[in-house]
């Protein structure tokens, strides 16, 4: 075995054995586990809640639901996948309950699996360079203003990916669409976004 395949193998079992450890202590309702939990996912999964609804005050809501959800139904979660996975499927299942009461309109492009299969293939995250973070930070206001501007299941697909890193049989399984409504989601909001994406380079 190569290093490299050695390294990947040591990554891949410490994180099957770190979902694992999770699984047991949510069956169990360790509080000390859900603490680490929320300390560590605690800024991802906000940031995910703001972009998916577009509103801070139900955003804060849905978090504390989560949470709440995670400790009720902790003996669901299946230590094959990431728990980030798991949680942002939790997420955003309380997320289209509140849509459904509130604002049965705007669920539209959050349930729909039709999209076509866009001919395309999505391009990988990587390392970004040091030139690349801050050409991110000097776009951040206008990309940050541009996703306000996008249907929420497009905003949901740009987040999911781009800011956490998910590949896209992670985002189907959170958003429980196909992998080719994944694909289509993704071109289209970035394609919705270039506009903002060439005012930031202004």
Known sequence: MSSMNATAFYFESSMAQESTEIARGLRRRDADLLDRLIEQYQHRLLRYLVYLTGRRELAEDLFQETWIRV???GHQFNDKYAFSTWLFSVAHNLAIDHLRRKQPASLDGLLNDNDEDAPFDVPATGRASAFDLTVQREQSEHIAAGMQHLPAEYREALVLRFQEGM????????ARVPLG???SRIYRGLSALEPWLKGAQL
């Open 71 to 73: 400790l009720e139904r």
């Open 167 to 174: 590949s896209l049989e992670e985002i189907a399984s959170v």
């Open 181 to 183: 409504t994944v694909k």
